[in-house]
């Protein structure tokens, strides 16, 4: 089974720290990805990366950044925290291709920011 | 992009009632996968279905791609079915895929 790990289930920051999200996945997949969902909004997309080094910007990145230096990891970060950020954050990871593998979750990061 | 919608957005049943949810899309589309959500917040991975029918147990799910929805059946549902579920679609050229706000069951003893 693909296991998706996210470093920490409950995190609780002041406004203007620097937050670092970890999601390490284990089944060698090229595609991960980092959601946040909000009551009445769904999953909204951040950014996603199809390899090592490389990344997209999803819907709502203002205000984050990623890094993905190993295949295995994918960091969101969140430069200066602000209260509008507090959220469920899902990381996910897919095989690759085109549009053509299922997605599968880590457990969540709940996130908020003071 | 393309649009995803849910229907309907709340939904409570007894237990052993079965149910339909829809998934309706803007434009076509290259996949397009079931969620559950769990109470606790973890979301599984129900079918992968970018057309025809595929069944797993008490669930079932119909992609009809020509007409742009898909349904997700329940039967005999049990108070381990509630949470939210999400439909999701990948209609571009890479992977990212876009989101339904989910219809939220409720199953009731």
């Known amino acids: 089974d693909v296991k998706v790990t996210q470093s920490s289930r409950y995190l609780v920051k002041r406004t203007g720290e620097k937050v670092f999200l970890e999601c390490v996945q284990d089944?060698?997949?090229?595609?991960m990805f980092w959601y946040r969902q909000d009551p009445g909004l769904g999953l909204r997309l951040i950014y996603f990366?199809?390899?090592?080094?490389?990344?997209e910007k999803g819907d709502i990145p203002e205000g984050y950044s990623v890094s993905r230096e190993k295949k295995e990891r994918f960091s969101l970060i969140l430069e200066s925290a602000s209260t509008n950020q507090t959220s469920m954050y899902l990381c996910?990871?897919?095989?690759?291709?085109?549009?053509?593998?299922?997605?599968?979750f880590g457990n969540g990061t709940r996130l908020t920011v003071t | 992009g393309i649009q995803v919608e849910q229907s309907p957005p709340d939904l409570i049943l007894q237990e052993g009632a079965n149910s339909t949810l829809r998934c309706n899309f803007s434009?076509?589309?290259?996949?397009l996968q079931w969620f559950h959500q769990n109470p606790w917040g973890q979301l599984i991975n129900l079918f992968y279905?970018?057309?025809g029918t595929k069944q797993n147990g008490r669930l079932s799910a119909t992609t009809v791609a020509t007409e742009r929805y898909s349904l997700l059946y329940i039967s005999s549902s049990q108070t381990t079915d509630s949470g939210v579920y999400f439909c999701?679609?990948?209609?571009?050229?890479?992977?990212?895929?876009?989101f339904g706000i989910g219809t939220k069951l409720q199953v009731i003893p």
């Open positions: 996910a990871s897919s095989l690759g291709g085109l549009g053509n593998s299922p997605l599968h």
């Open positions: 999701a679609v990948n209609s571009g050229g890479y992977q990212k895929v876009t």
């Open positions: 089944m060698d997949h090229e595609n």
């Open positions: 279905i970018p057309s």
């Open positions: 434009d076509s589309v290259n996949n």
């Open positions: 990366s199809y390899d090592v080094k490389m990344k």
